[in-house]
């Protein structure tokens, strides 16, 4: 059985960081896209950053320069250091895994197929 584990979640004030990580098991592929993706209140679930087994990343406009996803391979973990927090930021946090290919190509949610149960992140100003 697929299982994703998200963690790392809390509150913060503004200009404040966060690590979040994201613990896999059961997948039977070495090479997949691995996402974390943020849902606010009353708005759609939007993708952040995408990083693949080589390693190579994607990140969105809106958190570019900010957020760095990174991966530890041997320890099934990918994390997204979040730094500069801002109170936009504050949203139910997931990742999510895209098995039906070894690079990163959709940022689509519908096209990840397994996900975390979520983590929350709350920034004050």
């Known amino acids: 059985e697929v299982q994703l584990v998200d963690s790392g979640g809390g509150s913060v004030v503004t200009g404040g960081s966060l690590r979040l990580s994201c613990t896999t098991s059961?997948?039977?592929?070495?090479?997949?896209?691995l996402g974390w993706f943020r849902q606010a209140a009353g708005k759609e679930r939007e993708a952040l950053a995408q990083?693949?087994?080589?390693?190579?990343?994607r990140y969105a406009d809106s958190v570019r320069g900010r957020f760095t996803i990174s991966q530890e391979n041997a320890k099934n973990s990918r994390y997204l250091q979040m730094n500069n927090l801002k109170p936009e930021d504050t949203a139910m946090y997931y990742c999510?895994?895209?098995?039906?290919?070894?690079?990163?190509?959709?940022?689509?949610?519908?096209?990840?197929?397994?996900w975390g149960q979520g983590t929350q992140v709350t920034v004050s100003s």
């Open positions: 999510a895994a895209d098995l039906r290919f070894s690079r990163c190509f959709s940022w689509r949610p519908d096209d990840f197929e397994a």
């Open positions: 059961g997948i039977p592929y070495k090479h997949y896209c």
């Open positions: 990083i693949d087994a080589d390693g190579d990343t």
